[in-house]
């Protein structure tokens, strides 16, 4: 529905439909003239919990019709989605405000991976606090985008590189689960964190003359 002029009245007639669609996980209301009404019927297709689908991709960008307390409510209901991965706010006149309160609802989510703010009116201001939420707070976030901003391509990059780091130690744990799955022999000792090989040999011969 990208660029189409729907409007909050238009997104109500849409949203019942919407919100009981058995497998709808993306959304594109990129620059559909909407405002705070229409973020309200949004955050309804956010579910808190798993009992219900909800949307896993979800684009609003360049709808500035939608104020900064439209936003807020939305960062709440991300903050609490069971669900969403990835959220396009571009264009959108956010300001450090409303970044402040993204940044929040990303330290809270367990899913969301991609955040895109190109364009959205951020200063050094916002990128400081969302460089201190992702070097002290655990996320699920593996993409940011800051792109035509008024922020300093130091302190992109400094988000940049510890937005990697987070995604190159959780590759390094999944092979790790990959190999002792693969191979049954390797074993992780719960007394310490050294991983311990048990080989056969010896102990297969042991176990032969027990056996005779």
């Known amino acids: 529905l990208h660029g189409s002029p729907l409007t909050d009245a238009g ?3 849409l949203n019942p439909a919407l919100s009981i669609h058995p497998s709808l996980v993306a959304l594109d209301l990129g620059d559909c003239m909407l405002g705070d009404e229409g973020i309200n ?3 309804g297709l956010l579910p808190p919990d798993g009992a219900k689908s909800g949307l896993k991709e979800l684009t609003l960008s360049a709808n500035p019709g939608v104020t900064s307390k439209g936003w807020g409510r939305l960062a709440i209901a991300v903050a609490h989605s069971s669900q969403l991965r990835v959220l396009n706010l571009d264009y959108n006149p956010l300001g450090d405000q409303v970044a402040g309160m993204l940044a929040v609802a990303v330290a809270s989510s367990r899913t969301l991976e991609v955040l895109d703010l190109e364009g959205t009116g951020l ?8 460089l201190d939420m992702v070097e002290n707070y655990p996320t699920a976030l593996r993409t940011l985008i800051l792109a035509e901003n008024n922020i300093s391509p130091e ?8 937005l990697s780091e987070g995604e190159e130690e959780e590759e390094s744990e999944a092979r790790e689960v990959t190999a002792r799955e693969k191979n049954p022999w390797i074993c992780q000792n719960n007394s310490s964190s050294q991983m311990v090989l048990m080989t056969s040999g010896l102990g297969d011969s042991l176990l032969a003359e027990t056996e005779m």
């Open 11 to 13: 997104l109500a007639l």
């Open 41 to 43: 019927l949004i955050c």
């Open 123 to 130: 200063t050094n201001q916002s990128a400081q606090t969302l």
């Open 155 to 162: 302190l992109q990059q400094q988000i940049s590189d510890l």
